[in-house]
């Protein structure tokens, strides 16, 4: 899409209204600094990203920095783009008063426009002098980052995080889990009961057939099913208040020993998360000051570009700039240095968390047991109530924040030790006994010893089965991640080979024959995990990064040019045009005018919006050479009275005119026939001189043209009879100024080609009376500079020969 007007109102230094007709053409404007030129980027900037990059700030209010300060509060300001041959897309962004607050809206808000204006954000649409060297500047993993998020890699980067942190959970949970400790005490509970660790059912039910041959129960068995009919028909014979009271002791000591087979595990790992806690609780401010390593990096790209003076930019204390770049680069390595510490922390809090919130399960599930509510069981209870107590306070310790002040319990009081199972040794004698009490009814010990082995192996099943397919996820996982990293990475190497390929070459023809050469792009990382991008170049011969080495200004200017026009063409699919904002103010002459060849060369298809402030470039290379091409051109003032306006002469809008007409496009076009109106009036009352009411500088220039017509009336009817017989023409034009003025703003009134057509005839022919249209006549103009005193008559200053009376 490429831009046919730009109409901005009320904003920066445009005080009420600046017109620029593109009809998709490129323009170069010129303007000295302090005219507001940066008004017209500043503006499409706002159109498009709702913000200005440099008047972003905590002190600064963008809505106020953007409207005219000088403007009444009921004005509204605005930006209006027409586009191209695709007027569903013509709108207004405005800037308005409402209750006292500056509110922001667009005139027309259709999907298909909120959704170019979405797609717009993604593209390179304007560059200032002052961002050329952001992506040079800028850390290796920022590189990546920058780079990412414009050819939307950051996407890629979020879904390569998603599929990590999985992988990792994953990995975590079977590590939690300790799926063969607890598959091992299941398997004990299988040798004391059967006398062996079966794994396959044929030779759980072939134990069990041996196991029930005596009792001759004539009961096939031959799947669990079997086995769950045979415990019915032994319950009935056995004692079942033994029989629950040993599934329950057992169950509670399984549990246990699983337990007390990790402490070792749960010891270390709660060592490990003390010692990082310690770490970080000593060096909370050090933690703290990763906030502000952005804030760093942002004062040392600032001091590095702009503050030239050997002072700190934020107190302005007196400070040698190397010294305060120095300071900084130590404090952003103790910045890194924090967060590592910080990653290491976290890594140990969540595991620890994680641990202990899994022993809590297992515990809470015990406790569950309703046989704890009986008096010869509230001794094992309180028992497992304080290793309970214990896990808690290791979970209550992985929530604690370090920069709370708060301290974490020395892992001394956390930690388990043999007397904390002590107990275990009464539960073992306990459980003995028992059994030798079921042993005497053989009919309850084969059943207990049956329906134990029956729930060992199903619980084994279940944590073969889980951890299977957590291994399984876990080994998906891991061949996508590390498919994933290795297809990102040759993806972005890829596209990063032919954008590399795009900045040489435009570098290489703003920079031919030195010895800089090859310059590229190259990814970073280990083991296909990419973490970072930096530029490389030759230099006689040798590889050399980064450009801040042996680059002076003007070639780092150079390069942030070449990249930013390489991303315009590798990114910008919707818009065909680009704003460049006062590029080439610290180049050299030689690629001033290398730069501006590229622009007329590389992107004539393109549509380019040049604005500078360096005259002598624009007036003897940009200017002439634009036009040859057919780019327009036109210069940029500004006055209290106006504020920032185009120097446009009349014979330039007399030209504009003529081509709309030709054209036959309405559009855009009773502006510029009422400014013409204006001007051509005020040169014939100035010629005439034609009296006009006093009024100061900012109304004087604002005087309609009825004003001017009827002073011009008035002085003809005093001094001349024969310009007399013109007022019919004259009255013509008074009649068809009010058409200018209706389309010189918003309102319903639809005119005809027809009726600007007649309007534009009639200024032309009021223009015949007041200029001599004699063949060879060299000053046209009729003036009372040349008055004839003893004919009493005026006339034009050349042939003569157009004149008339004047007493």
Known sequence: MKLKQIDIKGLRGIKESLSLELNGNSVVLYGDNGMGKSSISDSIEWFYTNKVAHLSGTEIDLKDALRNASLEEDFVSEVGLKFLKKIDFDTEKILFTKRGKLEQDFTVKSDEIRDYLVKSKEENLLLRYKSLNDFVDIAKGDKLKYLSDIIGFSEVTKKKEVLRKAFTSIKTEIRNQNFEGQINGQKAILIDKIGAAVSQDKDLFEIIKTKIAPLKTKIEIESIEDIDELLKHLKSATNEKLLKENTFLEKVQTGLIGLQSEVITINTHYDIYYDEFQKIAADVEGIIKIYIGDLLKTGDKVIQKFHKEESCPLCLQPKSK??????????????????????????????????????????????????????????????????????????????????SGDRIQDSKNTAFNVSDFLFLDDLVLRIKKLKQTIKKDNITEIYANISASKDAFLKIKTLEKDKKVLEKQSSSLSIIYNEFIKVQKEGLENF??????????????????????????????????????????????NWVSPPQKYFSESHLNCFGISFFLASVDAFNDINEFIVLDDVISSFDSNHRKRFAELLFEKFSKRQIILLTHEEEWFRNFVKPLAMKKGWLVNEIKWTEAKGTHFVESQGDIKYRIEKKLSESEVDGLGNPIRQYLELSLKEICMNLDVKVSFRSNEINEKRMPDELINELKSRINSKSKALKMHFPTIERVANSSILGNLLSHHNPFNPKIGDLRAFWADIQEMERIFYCQKEGCRKTVVSFRNLDMVANEIRCGGCGKTKYDWK
């Open 322 to 403: 190397d010294a305060l770049r120095t300071e900084i680069a130590e404090r952003l390595r103790k910045i890194e240095e924090a967060e590592k510490k910080l990653k290491a922390f976290q890594k140990a809090q969540e595991l620890i968390k994680s641990i202990s919130v899994e022993r809590i399960k297992r515990i809470e599930l015990l406790l569950s047991e309703p046989l704890f509510n009986f008096k010869e069981n509230e001794q094992l209870k309180k028992e497992l109530e304080s290793i309970k107590v214990k896990v808690k306070l290791i979970e209550t310790s992985s929530l604690v924040k370090p920069s």
């Open 496 to 541: 990063i080979d032919t954008f590399s390929s795009k900045i040489n070459e435009y570098y290489q023809y703003m920079n031919p024959d030195e010895p800089f050469q090859e310059i590229k792009i190259v990814t970073m990382g280990e083991e296909d995990e990419l973490n970072g991008i930096t530029i490389e170049y030759k230099y006689n011969g």
